[in-house]
DNA sequence: AAGAGGCCCTGATAGC
DNA sequence: TGCTATCAGGGCCTCT
């Protein structure tokens, strides 16, 4: 599900939402998630006041009152769900407000504050949560991170010498996380896309001017769909269970066979499978 | 050591 | 309708 925009979508909400704020009650009705919850895991949390909330890459990191941290990964379907007690409050959207209370929907975690109710659900249980007693410990977490693509070192200079004499292609090292940070298997595609660049392409072979298209559509991608609330494919919503909208501007993801939307391109989408993950592409302008 | 592929899970959808 | 197969936004682990 979510990409470094959709996480930053629900760290603005969260932040919004409960900074500040202090964790009265941590609930948990389903411990298995990658990594089971550990026994300790409601104890670290309660009765704590939540002084910040960052994002590195797709990771949530929920700053506490006594500088540990408890960082949040969503992997493909997790979502955070707040549910406000005053009743202008409540999201409209009626399904949403049901959902979270059905039983076996998958509401691992729920944590209760003044007023708000924070919902973890994750269907297929590839998120976790996982604690870091001071800052220092925190970073050796990320220690081999690639840097986001907004960094300044996420630059042409940077890509040409990490390619160099690798032989992988160019789409699966957008996805690799210690080269860079954030980009998922949809922004991937897009990235390419709007590059003109073919994703079966080993790396090492693309030119300067390419590399800077790579840095600048990369940004660009990730930017504008932050500003439209996230893509939303099958269930990411965010945490008050609106969709997000960027979805609308894919150019090449999910459009299997379907035209080229350049101007002045006939060529048509093709889906490919790389590594196991599929890849969009256009026939024409992304020849290899 | 780099890179490919299996695997962890559930749910939605397509095809028969 | 109901079965089975396939696929899904991630990333850890193992094998070569």
Redesign the pocket.
């Known amino acids: 599900?979510?990409?470094l925009p959709?996480v930053e979508i629900v760290r603005q909400s969260l932040l919004k939402n409960i900074k500040g704020k202090k964790i009265n009650k941590v609930l948990v009705r389903n411990r298995?998630l990658?990594f089971k919850l550990e026994a300790s895991f409601e104890k670290k949390l309660k009765n704590k006041f939540i002084s910040n909330i960052k994002r590195f890459?797709?990771?949530l990191i929920i700053e506490l009152e006594n500088k540990s941290f408890c960082i949040v990964?969503l992997?493909?379907?997790g979502t955070i769900h707040i549910i406000k007690n005053k009743k202008k409050d409540l999201p409209t959207n009626a399904s949403f407000y049901n959902s979270p209370n059905l039983p076996?929907?998958?509401n691992h975690v729920e944590f209760y504050f003044k007023n708000i109710k924070l919902i973890y659900n994750d269907?297929?249980?590839?998120g976790y949560f996982q604690f870091f007693s001071d800052f220092n410990n925190l970073k050796k977490k990320f220690k081999s991170y690639g840097p986001e693509p907004f960094n300044k070192k996420f630059n042409s200079k940077y890509l040409i010498s990490y390619f160099r004499k690798?032989?992988?292609?160019i789409k699966?090292f957008l996805?690799d996380?210690n080269f860079v940070s954030g980009?998922?298997?949809?922004y991937a595609s897009e990235i390419l896309y709007l590059s003109k660049i073919n994703p079966l392409l080993p790396a090492k072979y693309l030119k300067k001017n390419q590399c800077k298209d790579i840095v600048i559509n990369s940004r660009k991608i990730l930017q504008n769909a932050i500003r439209k609330g996230?893509?939303?494919?099958?269930?990411?919503k965010n945490t008050k269970g609106d969709q997000?909208n960027f979805q609308k501007e894919f150019k090449v993801y999910g459009r299997d066979k379907q035209k080229c939307k350049r101007f002045s391109c006939s060529g048509t989408i093709n889906?490919i499978t790389q590594?196991?993950?599929?890849t969009f592409l256009c026939e024409i302008c992304q020849k290899y």
């Open positions: 599900m979510p990409e959709e298995n990658r890459s797709k990771y990964h992997g493909m379907s076996k929907n998958h269907p297929r249980r590839f690798k032989d992988k292609n699966n996805l996380q980009i998922g298997n949809i996230g893509s939303t494919i099958r269930d990411f997000g889906k590594s196991n993950r599929s």
